[in-house]
């Protein structure tokens, strides 16, 4: 009987084309008009970087070689000792490095512009708006640094880095090449703590290659992010469609009807949680079907993709229950339609089906993980540019609890005596 109450359900479905022009037609057609119509918003190019950026040194590299040269030969150790460490030392030049090779580079100079200026300037630029970053090298950098690496110091020196805050892109590159050249920094230091010989070892090799956007993964475009946006959305009205029919079984006395048939509540409960989820997966799988045949949306990894469809529908599926329960108290339909005709548009709002939500606040996307559309939409994203399953395990695990949660409230405010029905 179990079997034949899911059936039931997806029969009336097939059998409904209002039903399937809303749930398949309409994200067909607003995939379409979305994806064409904004799809300069969703350029993948990687976006062109201009940073101005000021560079201040309190103090000089060569007065703190000359200290770290006075403090070696200060040592009761041997001369041929003294000589390697001086040899050592003079190969590591890292605010030459930094300034030439780093900043300085061919590659570099296309993106940022570099102008030294004096301790005396830095109020003046920091007031001024028309540069990005400003990099102030602290007195006796080179000399603290010299020293942890050859002489065990325990201080390890630090940049200061300044941004604009109005030029956040730019400014986020400049930070991350500091990181690098920091964390390059403290690996010299430790190798040169450990006894390595650190002249054949160069600061800025590690800091090359291309500025890209975000990353190397693939990169989303208009159509596959309308795809995945008006897929989610429309999944969730699977779960009202759902409530509604329920209902009206009840209006239609087929429910009574299940119950003088010997057919418990549980089981009737079950079918329509289980109709739901599969309803979900083959909505979600036809949308897909039709994108990736019309528009060449092709998934580099079925299965995960697959997953994730799994644990979406689950998850619409404790909406589901949840609007069954819900109408079967209140003996109409009402939260379904509240639950279609504006909740559902406020989840799609939220969780990005209209516009990436990242781009306005990290609030914002975290909103947007909070809820399942969103949830969802973000994992399909990852699996889309080729993060493995194992990425995006945070996002199914909380599609299934949210999911299961729903139907334990679900099942507890379902009616359970007769004359509540």
């Known amino acids: 009987m179990y079997w034949h109450l899911i059936k039931k359900q997806l029969l009336l479905f097939i059998r409904n084309p209002h039903e399937l022009l809303i749930l398949l037609g309409m994200p067909l057609v607003l995939i379409s008009i979305l994806g064409f119509a904004l799809g300069g918003i969703m350029q993948s190019e990687s976006p062109k970087i201009e940073a101005k950026v000021a560079f201040v040194e ?99 020196p630090s940049l200061t880095l300044t941004v604009n805050e109005g030029k956040s892109l730019s400014s986020n590159v400049v930070e991350d090449v500091l990181i690098e050249f920091q964390s390059q920094l403290t690996t010299m230091t430790r190798l040169g703590q450990a006894g390595v010989d650190l002249k054949e070892v160069e600061i800025g090799d590690a800091v090359e290659g291309d500025i890209t956007s975000v990353s190397s993964r693939e990169p989303i475009g208009s159509i596959v992010y309308y795809t995945v946006g008006m897929s989610v959305m429309f999944v969730l009205y699977i779960a009202s469609s759902i409530g509604s029919f329920a209902y009206r079984e009840k209006v239609w006395h087929v429910f009574d009807r299940l119950i003088l048939a010997n057919v418990s509540k549980t089981v009737y409960f079950s079918s329509v949680v289980t109709s739901s989820i599969i309803l979900s997966f083959l909505q979600l799988c036809l949308l897909y079907g039709v994108t990736s045949l019309v528009y060449g949306v092709h998934w580099p990894d079925l299965f995960s993709f697959f997953v994730v469809t799994l644990c979406l529908s689950f998850a619409v599926g404790g909406i589901a229950a949840l609007l069954t329960s819900l109408n079967y108290r209140a003996k109409s339909e009402s939260f379904s339609g509240i639950y279609s005709s504006i909740l559902v548009t406020v989840l799609a709002f939220l969780g990005g089906s209209f516009f990436p939500i990242g781009d306005l606040s990290e609030t914002m996307q975290l909103v947007g993980e909070a809820i399942p559309n969103g949830n969802g939409l973000m994992a399909y994203l990852k699996i889309f540019q080729g993060y493995p399953l194992a990425d995006v395990a945070s996002n199914l695990y909380w599609l299934l609890a949210f999911g299961a949660v729903l139907m334990v409230i679900a099942s507890f405010i379902f009616p359970r005596k007769g004359g509540e029905v």
């Open 58 to 156: 309190h103090g000089s590299s060569e007065q703190g070689f000359e200290l770290f040269q006075k403090e070696v030969e200060s040592k009761s150790i041997p001369d041929a000792a003294k000589v390697e460490l001086l040899k050592g030392a003079e190969a590591i030049q890292p605010i030459k490095v930094l300034r030439d090779e780093i900043f300085g580079s061919d590659e570099m100079k296309s993106f940022f512009s570099l102008e030294s200026i004096s301790p005396d300037q830095l109020e003046d630029v920091k007031k001024n708006d028309d540069y990005t970053a400003i990099i102030e090298v602290p007195k006796n950098f080179s000399y603290t640094l010299l020293k942890s690496i050859f002489l065990k110091g325990d201080d390890v």
